[in-house]
């Protein structure tokens, strides 16, 4: 058995949306809208994406490109990942974006939207292993990054398990990576200072967000969920693991900066011309009213 018709869940979603949150459908759009943006003066453009619903195609799956043999057909796999035709967005969404682009005069552009938009690639035998390994595997590839940081020689077969990196979930932006390289090119190409914003993984993170050439072209600043487990509980991991897994994953991922899988907690930013202040507060427990609030990371964004 599987989850079903993509297209028949994706209509029922809209459904159970519209019926579950208090909120009134658009009236006579089959296609219900929900990306909008929002303007501060002069300050801030606020786009509010649907990366979820409206214009998506189905998500690729590894599995899909197995071959007869049982091999991964990696070649197959990334021709499909790079498919400039491929749509998170859908057209009419990715035109009005642009307009709004083009129209805005304010400081600073930020994209409100539910995905993580950073490359998340993680060294190939992470993604290959099972649940109860990951955690394992990432740490014995942590350990030939400090090996090779100390001055060691790796071997051939070290190196390629540290250089060989695939996308972790292609359920985000990592599964549309052509499309996200338009997007990020909208605001670069017109000079204009972009931030991104993000949920989905409950969990905190920070990422750079790269072109092609390497070079960043914005910043991403996820948020923690206020009572939902992430990452942590998805791999069986408890705080010691969870946080030696927060510190291993920014010196594999090249893009990443900062995460924190342990704690849950909420994101705060603040605007100003000059600066943007973005900080990360984590609770002490969520079984209750008794609670203390601690600030655990803090980025200016100064452009």
């Not at 303007?39 to 979820?52: A, I, Q």
Request: charged share 20%; proline share 3%; net charge negative.
């Amino acid at each position: 058995a599987d989850e079903g018709d993509f297209f028949a869940r994706r209509t029922a979603a809209i459904q159970a949306y519209y019926e579950w949150l208090p909120i009134r459908p658009p009236m006579g759009d089959g296609n219900p809208q929900i990306y909008r943006s929002f303007e501060f003066g002069n300050l801030v453009n606020l786009y509010m994406l649907d990366t979820r619903v409206i214009g998506r195609e189905k998500q690729l799956n590894m599995a899909d490109y197995k071959r007869a043999d049982g091999q991964f057909d990696g070649k197959a796999f990334m021709q499909a990942l790079h498919n400039p035709d491929r749509t998170l967005l859908g057209r009419a969404q990715f035109n009005w974006l642009a307009d709004e682009v083009k129209q805005s005069s304010a400081r600073w552009q930020v994209l409100g939207q539910q995905i993580l938009m950073g490359k998340m690639h993680y060294p190939a035998e992470v993604l290959t292993s099972e649940r109860e390994a990951v955690a394992g595997a990432i740490e014995g590839l942590l350990g030939l990054l400090k090996k090779q940081q100390a001055g060691a020689t790796l071997s051939e077969e070290e190196l390629a398990r540290l250089a060989t990196k695939l996308p972790y979930n292609l359920d985000a932006w990592d599964g549309y990576a052509a499309e996200r390289d338009k997007v990020l090119s909208l605001f670069s190409d017109a000079q204009k200072s972009l931030l991104v914003i993000a949920g989905d993984t409950h969990n905190g993170w920070v990422n750079k967000l790269t072109d092609n050439s390497g070079e960043t072209v914005a910043m991403e600043y996820a948020t923690p969920s206020v009572s939902s487990p992430g990452m942590e509980g998805y791999l069986g991991l408890n705080t010691a693991q969870a946080k030696r897994l927060a510190d291993a994953l920014p010196l594999l991922i090249d893009d990443l900066s900062y995460c924190n899988l342990h704690e849950r907690g909420y994101m705060t930013m603040s605007f100003t011309l000059s600066m943007v202040t973005t900080q990360w507060h984590y609770v002490s427990n969520i079984s209750n009213e008794n609670y203390t609030v601690f600030t655990r990371h803090t980025e200016r964004f100064v452009n």
